[in-house]
């Protein structure tokens, strides 16, 4: 084992520099070379490799997304996409991978691993939709900008006794809505692996009203509508001044939070430590806090990911007047 190659891949998360650097930091201190590879699995097919030099990863441990770039790249799932891959790592010489991404990154890293090419895959999302691990990179600094947000929405919503539908990112996973939700003190968080009634919302909220309380925030996870439809349909069963924000991309970037950064750190240089014992083919994550290292194959194919619903239960139990 010489060379190791780095990439992350699919939607940016901050804390991936903090992985980047975790893995170069470890490769170069065990005397082995460190490569970056840019835009993911396109900049892998294209050969866009460079070496990484202790330096080269100075600084980068505050910034938002990632200094190795990222793209989705659907045509990596083709034989003939895996096959210019591996000729590229070849190529440089490269005897092994770090995959820090999301869902589609994980299948890269599968597809290498099926072809018998040591990969393994950290888990880079805001989304925290990744099975096997309890948290992934990106998602408490994704989760602390949403909260930042709802803080900042509270205000005027209290003012103008309006009632606010945050909008926050997912993908299908509603962590990032009962997280923020939770810490923001929403009235109602929407996920998609709960749905919703419109009429118990509209229920709840003239409730509130009945009990003093004449604004309202609601977090709806993007996975299970648009807000704008959320609200005109909730507009359909009473006036409550609705309002809606979209949090959009803000939640993607911003300077990675402490809890991001420890976690990216410790992920980098477990991948590394695995990849050095010949090791491969595996899901890095972290569970009760201890590092856990799974087959990738059942965490993509058989595994799924655990929306902790009992904070469901939790907010309604905390924002419900009797
Ligand atoms: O997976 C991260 C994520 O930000 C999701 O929350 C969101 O649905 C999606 O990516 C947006 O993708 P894009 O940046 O390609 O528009």
Do not use: C
Not at 20 to 46: H, S
Not at 103 to 115: I, W
Not at 229 to 251: C, K, M, P, S, W
């Amino acid at each position: 084992m010489k060379r190791i190659g780095i990439l992350t891949s699919g939607g940016d998360a901050p804390g991936m520099n903090a992985s980047v650097r975790a893995v170069a930091r470890r490769v170069i201190g065990e005397g082995l070379e460190a490569y970056g590879i840019n835009y993911g699995f396109a900049g892998l097919v294209a050969g866009d490799i460079h070496k990484i030099e202790y330096a080269d990863v100075d600084d980068v441990i505050q910034r938002g997304g990632t200094m190795l770039y990222s793209a989705r790249y659907p045509e990596f799932a083709t034989a003939e996409g895996q096959l210019k891959g591996i000729e590229q790592l070849k190529k440089f010489g490269i005897d092994a991978l770090v995959v820090i991404g999301g869902d589609g990154s994980y299948h890269g890293a599968l597809a290498l691993t099926k072809r018998g090419f040591n990969a393994v895959g950290i888990p880079g999302t805001i989304d925290n939709d990744i099975p096997d691990t309890d948290f992934t990179v990106g998602f408490d600094t994704a989760v602390n900008t949403a909260l930042d947000a709802i803080d900042r929405i509270r205000d005027t919503a209290r003012s103008h006794q309006r009632t606010f539908i945050v909008e926050v990112m997912g993908r299908n996973a509603g962590d990032i809505a009962l997280w923020s939700g939770i810490a923001g003190g929403a009235d109602i968080i929407v996920i998609p692996e709960k749905g919703y009634n419109m009429q118990e919302i509209a229920d709840k909220l003239n409730n509130n009203r009945e009990h003093g309380k004449d604004s309202g925030i609601i977090v709806l996870a993007e996975g299970v509508m648009g807000a704008s439809d959320f609200a005109a349909e909730l507009d359909t069963y009473g006036n409550f001044e609705t309002r809606v924000t979209i949090l959009g991309h803000t939640q993607r970037g911003g300077v990675p939070t402490a809890k991001d950064r420890v976690l990216a750190s410790r992920f980098g240089d477990y991948a590394v430590q695995l990849l050095m014992e010949g090791k491969g083919g595996l899901a890095i994550g972290i569970q009760n806090n201890e590092l856990v290292a799974e087959d990738i194959v059942a965490t993509l194919e058989e595994h799924k990911h655990h929306t902790d619903l009992s904070l469901l239960d939790l907010n309604a139990r905390l924002s419900t007047p009797r």
